[in-house]
């Protein structure tokens, strides 16, 4: 089973306008984290906001938010006001346990295009 | 400004020939990774290294190799076993914690001739 979906390939937005972008995990380890990428054109991936397994509250970092819920097994991530350098690929990962040598799991992306 | 650089950005590789693709942090970080990124697809993990001298396969080590002489650096060889070699590849490390996200460089495209 994959620890890590996204459905989305692709998504549209208009500029000014909020998008939600899809991720779902799987895990039973009660202890995991979850994390949001973004991998403009330039290759490099660049940490958006991250989400603790016993956090209570959703986490949020400026324009970014994390829709977590938890019996679900989703982790959405809503981006408000979308900009045009919001166009990028969008990457879900999971970390499970606290070890420091625990791999992190990706899902396959999620495009976005932001348009004017 | 502390973070990790690769290098080279565009590397190209003939039959048979192995190929090391260099990964250096300064931010002093313990541990540090390889991922592979093909087209539509999540990055795939190669190799990972928690400690000096010491490092662990990932899902897809099969024609790889890396060593860890140094804290800040994890270099990575494609070897002639590995037969699609062409991809994407990322560096990261991160630090102790359990929030403690990855910093990635700004990759490899490694390509055969």
């Known amino acids: 089973a994959q620890k890590i979906t996204q459905t989305q390939p692709g998504m549209f937005v208009q500029e000014k306008e909020a998008v939600t972008l899809d991720c779902t995990y799987d895990?039973?380890?009660?202890?995991?984290?979850l994390f949001w990428y973004k991998q403009p054109s330039s290759g490099e991936m660049i940490f958006l906001i991250y989400?603790?397994?016993?956090?209570?509250q959703n986490a949020t970092e400026g324009r970014y938010s994390l829709n977590f819920q938890k019996a679900r097994k989703s982790a959405n991530l809503v981006i408000s006001a979308s900009q045009l350098g919001d166009s990028a690929m969008y990457f879900c990962a999971m970390r499970e346990g606290w070890n420091t040598g625990n791999q992190f799991y990706f899902g396959t992306g999620t495009s976005l295009t932001v348009i004017p | 400004d502390g973070g990790i650089t690769q290098s080279p950005k565009y590397l190209f590789r003939k039959e048979g020939q192995n190929v090391t693709l260099s990964c250096e942090q300064n931010?002093?970080?313990?541990?540090m990774y390889w991922y592979r990124q093909d087209p539509g697809q999540g990055l795939r993990l190669i190799y990972y290294s928690q400690i000096v001298n010491d490092f662990q396969k990932g899902d897809i080590a099969e024609g790889y190799s890396v060593s860890r002489e140094k804290k800040e650096s994890f270099p990575l060889t494609v070897t002639s076993a590995q037969k699609n070699p062409t991809a994407f590849y990322l560096c990261?490390?991160?630090?102790?914690?359990?929030?403690?996200?990855?910093?990635f460089g700004s990759g490899t495209q490694l390509s055969v001739l």
């Open positions: 895990t039973s380890d009660p202890s995991y984290g």
């Open positions: 990261a490390s991160r630090n102790r914690g359990s929030g403690e996200k990855l910093f």
């Open positions: 931010l002093n970080h313990d541990a």
């Open positions: 989400q603790g397994s016993y956090d209570q």
